[in-house]
């Protein structure tokens, strides 16, 4: 074990749920003052958690020669990377700055969770070690943050659409974007899941014969995802034809979630898999 590697890695375990929580508060006090100076930083503060984050992920990597999914507390700070990752790219793609709050709050809560219960686990099975595998991972929990980060905005648009409906012009109605850009941005964000989903779905596809020579592709984790892949792959299909729009989107992407989620739940609590390594 390289003691002067692990200072770091521990260190930046302590301080990054300080800087989720530091960037979720400036996102979350623009979004109820909206000043000019907040708004141009918030952004420059979440790229550089977003880079100690991911130095933070690769020393544990090259520290423990093994991509950090070896744990569930492992996966939790992955999962807080990916969810702030995601949205980054989402909001350099739209340039709307407005709903930062209600995204990054999954990852501090994820990242809290790592750093307060993660371990220094150094005997892992050998076939966590391998790259491919962990790239495997990493796009899979991007494409999951993706269609998390679509149904939370399909909820701001029905919180939206109560509001509106009612009659109530207050504090959401001001701060949030229009219920088209909420529906663009859970579009958008559908789009990024499932393009990420695909590249793990390849990836996976090309490292399971070498990894599992005896595997079966009716695995239930892989036939779960490649459900939710076709729910995603025909709700983008029918938008791109024109046959999706409004709020019909919002329910393909709430619908679509309620499936990843149960199909999460279903293939890691009933279904016998080769995933199950720990």
Known sequence: MNFRMLQPIDSLNILLPILYCFVFAAYLYDFFNEKKFVNNSKRIILFVTLLLHLFYLISRTIEFDHPPITSKFEIFSLIAFSISFSYFILELLTDIRGTGAFIILFSLVFQIASSLFIEHNFVVPEVLRNRLLGLHVINALLGYSGITIS????????????????????????????????????????????????????????????????????????????????????????????????????????????????????????????????
């Not at 036939?223 to 983008?236: D, E, L, M, S």
């Open 151 to 278: 149904a939370v905005y399909g909820l701001l648009y029905i919180l939206l659409f109560k509001n509106l409906k009612a009659n109530k012009f207050g504090l959401i109605f001001n701060r949030l974007p229009s219920l088209e850009i909420l529906e663009k941005l859970s579009y958008y964000s559908a789009v990024i899941g499932f393009i990420l989903l695909t590249v793990a779905i390849i990836i996976g596809i090309i490292w399971l014969p070498n990894a599992f020579p005896n595997f079966s592709y009716f695995d239930p984790k892989l036939v779960g995802t490649f459900f939710v892949w076709i729910v995603y792959g025909i709700g983008i299909l029918r938008k791109l034809l024109g046959n999706f729009y409004g709020k019909k989107v919002i329910l393909f992407s709430l619908i679509g979630f309620v499936f990843a989620i149960m199909s999460l739940i279903v293939t890691n609590t009933l279904g016998k898999t080769f995933h199950s390594f720990y």
